[in-house]
């Protein structure tokens, strides 16, 4: 079952955490949970995803929020690993086109590397290795759904053509990853955000414009 805006946000699935203690939404109860979901081979989730979380963290850490970091992989399975990870948060390496970009936009050291730390802990989405030959009807469809509510008032012949083109993106994928897929991620940068009752409240794709206002609310409810 896919999260839904409003419900209880299920717990998340992760391989391992590199950084910080274990924990997930189940535990953290009574705070206010922001998740950012990124990839290593993201320049816009180094740019802008990342850096605007770290505020919300190093201003409202003591205020009942949690602020957690999942590393996830939808493309480019073969840089948005647990190895580049632990390079990143050990070492403050970058890789691919991550390090391309943020070396022009002068967010890496004299060492090539990035010039801030991720404080708060992190972990690896958990990845699944797919058999491409098996594409459940239930799965395309809370796909399509997940991108176009009212998929089922379209004709019959716009339906067929988009389960045909999902499908075709879902062979392609390498992996499964639970967490993207779980809460219908768009892509990254991603920030969901999940009350003190642990309900999912919005999930934010891109920039993440006001977030901080967002996060006040929630604090003061």
């Known amino acids: 079952m896919s999260a839904q805006i409003g419900k209880?946000?299920?717990?998340?699935?992760?391989?391992?955490?590199?950084?910080?203690?274990?924990?997930?939404?189940?535990?953290?109860?009574?705070?206010?949970?922001?998740?950012?979901?990124?990839?290593?081979?993201?320049?816009?989730?180094?740019?802008?995803?990342?850096?605007?979380?770290?505020?919300?963290?190093?201003?409202?850490?003591?205020?009942?929020?949690?602020?957690?970091?999942?590393?996830?992989?939808?493309?480019?399975?073969?840089?948005?690993?647990?190895?580049?990870l632990e390079l990143l948060l050990k070492k403050n390496i970058v890789i691919g086109e991550t390090k391309k970009i943020l070396e022009q936009y002068n967010y890496l050291d004299n060492n090539k590397r990035l010039k801030y730390k991720i404080p708060f802990p992190v972990a690896m989405d958990s990845l699944i290795k797919q058999n491409n030959n098996i594409i459940d009807e239930n799965r395309i469809l809370n796909f399509i759904y997940n991108q176009i509510p009212d998929f089922n008032l379209h004709p019959t012949e716009y339906q067929n053509k988009i389960k045909s083109n999902v499908k075709t993106y879902l062979k392609s994928k390498e992996f499964i990853t639970e967490t993207f897929e779980l809460f219908s991620l768009q892509g990254t940068p991603s920030t969901i955000i999940i009350d003190k009752n642990s309900r999912l409240r919005e999930i934010i794709f891109g920039q993440g414009y006001n977030l901080e206002n967002k996060i006040q609310q929630l604090l003061n409810e």
């Open 8 to 84: 209880h946000a299920p717990n998340f699935k992760v391989s391992s955490w590199v950084q910080g203690n274990s924990t997930n939404i189940d535990l953290e109860r009574g705070k206010v949970v922001v998740i950012e979901v990124f990839q290593v081979n993201c320049p816009g989730c180094f740019i802008y995803g990342i850096p605007n979380v770290i505020e919300v963290y190093n201003k409202y850490k003591f205020n009942k929020l949690t602020v957690l970091g999942i590393a996830t992989a939808f493309e480019d399975f073969d840089k948005n690993t647990l190895i580049n």
